[in-house]
Structures are given as structure tokens and as C-alpha cells.
């Protein structure tokens, strides 16, 4: 068995298994400077508006996920559900259910195009 000293001498600690890991918060703040950049690039973002936007984007994912899981029992989502799920998360807001459902069916033919 191999010692498991270090250079000076002493011990070498178990701190690999003792150390924490840190806990992984989804974030879509990058992806919000990003596409900020696009639209204006001139314009910057406090840490509050990316905070409030950062939650905002998170609840409505989380949203459409959960309405698709209750469409379809199954874990994998297919298109279809995710479409129906959207369209059920933003029924009576009016041009925004349709430009979400168009930007989406837009993306998916853009992602199948390029794989």
C-alpha cells in the first residue's frame, strides 16, 4: 500500500472526500447579456434587473416543464407537448402565445437543420 505523505512529511489529509460540493444554481444570466448585447449593445443591466429577470425566466420554464409533465406522463418531452405546454401556460395573453409557439417551431427547425 502506498503512503499517502506529502513532500514535508506530514499526512496527507482527506479533504477530497470531506470538501462539499457546491450546490449548482441554474442561471440564465448569461444568456440574458448575451442576447441584450444583440438587441442593444450600448445597454447594460444592474444586478437586480438580472436578478428579477434571471427568477422570471426560471419560473417560466419551470412552468412549461410542469404543465408538459401533466400533458404527458412520460419523462422525455417531444415537441408537441412542449408546443401544447406553452400554449396552455400563456392561453389569454394573445399575440404572446402565438409568437412563442412561432419562435419555438422557428428554433426546433433551425437546431434539426443543423444536426
Same mark, same amino acid.
Given at each position: 500500500?502506498?503512503?499517502?505523505?506529502?513532500?514535508?512529511?506530514?499526512?496527507?489529509?482527506?479533504?477530497?472526500? *470531506?470538501?462539499?460540493? @457546491?450546490?449548482? $444554481?441554474?442561471?440564465?444570466? /448569461?444568456?440574458?447579456?448575451?442576447?441584450?448585447?444583440? +438587441?442593444?449593445?450600448?445597454?447594460?443591466?444592474?444586478?437586480?434587473?438580472?436578478?428579477?429577470?434571471?427568477?422570471?425566466?426560471?419560473?417560466?420554464?419551470?412552468?412549461? *416543464?410542469?404543465?408538459? @409533465?401533466?400533458? $404527458?406522463?412520460?419523462?422525455? /418531452?417531444?415537441?408537441?407537448?412542449?408546443?401544447?405546454? +406553452?400554449?396552455?401556460?400563456?392561453?389569454?395573453?394573445?399575440?404572446?402565445?402565438?409568437?412563442?409557439?412561432?419562435?419555438?417551431?422557428?428554433?426546433?427547425?433551425?437546431?434539426?437543420?443543423?444536426?
Amino acid at each position: 500500500m502506498k503512503s499517502t505523505s506529502t513532500k514535508t512529511g506530514g499526512a496527507k489529509k482527506a479533504s477530497t472526500a *470531506a470538501r462539499r460540493k @457546491k450546490t449548482r $444554481k441554474e442561471s440564465y444570466s /448569461l444568456y440574458i447579456h448575451r442576447v441584450l448585447k444583440q +438587441v442593444h449593445p450600448d445597454m447594460a443591466i444592474s444586478k437586480k434587473a438580472m436578478k428579477v429577470m434571471d427568477d422570471m425566466i426560471c419560473d417560466v420554464f419551470h412552468r412549461i *416543464a410542469a404543465t408538459s @409533465k401533466d400533458c $404527458k406522463g412520460r419523462s422525455t /418531452l417531444k415537441q408537441k407537448e412542449i408546443q401544447t405546454a +406553452v400554449k396552455l401556460t400563456f392561453s389569454g395573453t394573445g399575440d404572446l402565445e402565438k409568437h412563442c409557439v412561432s419562435e419555438g417551431t422557428k428554433a426546433i427547425g433551425k437546431f434539426q437543420a443543423s444536426v
